[in-house]
């Protein structure tokens, strides 16, 4: 791949000082072979503009290798687009943290990985040739059993933060009906967020909507709804419909940012319900 012989001739032309020997680029490219990764390229009016490899042989991780932008293409949000597509490809593969190491004098890069999420960690190898270990949890979500114990932390939480805000009524575990179905949010390998669609009538309902506190703010609320809408959808059911309380006013616009429309809500003072129509979504 062209690609590859312009990223290892200025990979290591900087490191080196001046620019490398043919000769010189293709005895790299024989000693650091790239055959064992899954290799993006990026392309512009179908001509390639930058590569990235991913080692996705060390689950749950997925390792960034061989990124590379041409010059021209730079400052053109190149690299973000191939690290977005990476992180699709590797929780695709089942890994859910990316990991990256790199050079303390390749500056652009430390910047792009910054921007885009990445955090310093520990040394993950020994390789004396670079300066910074960084990595970053992915967010996705995954359906789970109701007996799913990441599940069960999540739904503790869950009873804690309502009779917190409702400290006057009877918050306990609820029932589970037959036909419900859990999704739980994670980032990497860790628990965020749930949810819970449960045949109601023609409809589905919503229920034990949750996000961790350390996690508001993050996209996980609305990860969570995209979810439920695509098991419901999948099941059949055209229609979600939810009860939220006046005590949760996140709850509250959440559900209206994400298109929901209040609807009666039985009489209940503490009570907002909403529906959504998911056949024109």
């Not at 709850?251 to 129509?277: M, W």
Request: hydrophobic share 40%.
């Amino acid at each position: 791949m062209p690609l590859l012989r312009e990223y290892w001739a200025e990979i290591a032309g900087r490191y080196h000082g001046r620019p490398m020997t043919t000769a010189e680029v293709d005895e790299i490219v024989r000693v650091e072979p790239s055959d064992d990764l899954l290799m993006l390229v990026a392309t512009v009016d179908a001509q390639p503009v930058g590569c990235l490899g991913l080692n996705l042989s060390i689950p749950p991780f997925a390792e960034v290798k061989r990124m590379y932008v041409t010059p021209a293409a730079r400052g053109h949000a190149v690299g973000q687009a191939l690290l977005a597509e990476a992180e699709r490809a590797a929780l695709r593969h089942d890994a859910v943290t990316m990991r990256l190491n790199v050079r303390d004098d390749l500056v652009e890069a430390r910047g792009l990985y910054a921007k885009c999420g990445y955090l310093e960690v520990d040394p993950f190898n020994d390789d004396d040739f670079v300066a910074h270990w960084l990595a970053k949890d992915l967010l996705y979500t995954t359906p789970v059993g109701r007996g799913d114990p990441r599940l069960a932390g999540m739904l503790a939480a869950l009873d804690r933060d309502l009779r917190d805000r409702y400290p006057d009524e009877d918050i306990g575990p609820s029932p589970v009906p037959p036909g419900a179905r859990f999704v739980l949010a994670c980032r990497g390998q860790s628990p965020v967020g749930c949810v819970s669609v449960q045949p109601k009538g023609n409809d589905f309902e919503l229920k034990r909507m949750f996000v961790a506190p350390q996690a508001r703010g993050t996209g996980v609320a609305l990860l969570l709804l995209e979810a439920a809408a695509s098991v419901v959808l999948d099941a059949g059911g055209r229609r979600i419909v939810l009860q939220t309380g006046t005590r949760q006013p996140e709850a509250i616009r959440l559900y209206e940012k994400s298109g929901y429309t209040r609807i009666p809500n039985h009489q209940d003072p503490l009570s907002v319900c909403f529906a959504k129509d998911l056949t024109g979504s």
